[in-house]
């Protein structure tokens, strides 16, 4: 089975700074994608971004980008010019693919607190 | 482009009611359907998915059912609900079993 690990439970950030989120994760899988979700307090999870394992370069998406280190089942998330409007949950989550590559197995989660 | 509805967004229910939790997607066809719930302070468990009409898998054994009547409808339900089925609900769709998933508004549900 697969886990993520996120090992800040809580952080804080100024508004405008940038801020790195961490994630590890344990598979004995080549094939997969990683993602991190984003949920404010409306609860309702959104894609921020998403990585193919096979792909080397590090997705970007505006402001969000990771560092994904594929030896190390590393996957952070970098927020640069962090906004009031990033304040959630982000969780980090792992999908194997293949005949069983169904589940998204989440981390448990880190607070986002962007403080002006 | 795609839409995921959930309702109710909120419900209170006493220990032994029945439950329904209903879940449309629109604006795709045949999509991959899921319910995960999520308990206070935790991460997303995935309970049940659905790759089509009437197919559906089980994630963990519980007090709850899946339904799946139409290609883009989505059932949660149980015949009497405990207490420790509180939480929030969340549906979510994909193209297939290898693409990202979406995910609706969630509902939260409290047994009393």
């Known amino acids: 089975a697969q886990t993520v690990t996120q090992s800040q439970p809580e952080m804080s950030v100024q508004e405008a700074e940038t801020v790195t989120l961490s994630c590890t994760y344990d598979t004995s899988e080549n094939n997969y994608y990683l993602f991190w979700y984003k949920q404010p307090p409306s609860r309702q999870m959104i894609l921020v971004i998403r990585q193919e394992a096979y792909k080397q370069q590090n997705a970007t998406e505006n402001r969000f980008s990771v560092n994904f280190q594929k030896a190390a089942k590393s996957f952070s998330l970098k927020i640069s010019d962090s906004q009031l409007g990033d304040t959630a949950m982000y969780f980090c989550a792992f999908m194997k693919l293949g005949n069983s590559g169904y589940a998204l197995n989440f981390g448990k989660g880190t607070s986002l607190l962007v403080t002006p | 482009s795609q839409t995921i509805h959930q309702w109710p967004a909120t419900l209170v229910q006493p220990v032994g009611s029945p439950l329904s939790l209903e879940c449309t997607v629109e604006g795709t066809s045949n999509p991959n359907l899921y319910w995960y719930r999520q308990a206070a302070g935790r991460g997303l468990q995935l309970l049940f998915y659905s790759v089509g009409i009437g197919q559906i898998s089980s994630e963990v054994p519980q007090n709850l059912s899946a339904s799946r009547p139409q290609d883009r409808q989505f059932i949660l339900s149980s015949k009497k609900l405990l207490l420790s089925d509180s939480g929030f609900y969340l549906c979510?769709?994909?193209?297939?079993?290898?693409?990202?998933?979406?995910f609706g508004p969630g509902t939260r549900l409290l047994v009393l």
């Open positions: 979510a769709w994909s193209v297939n079993a290898e693409e990202t998933q979406y």
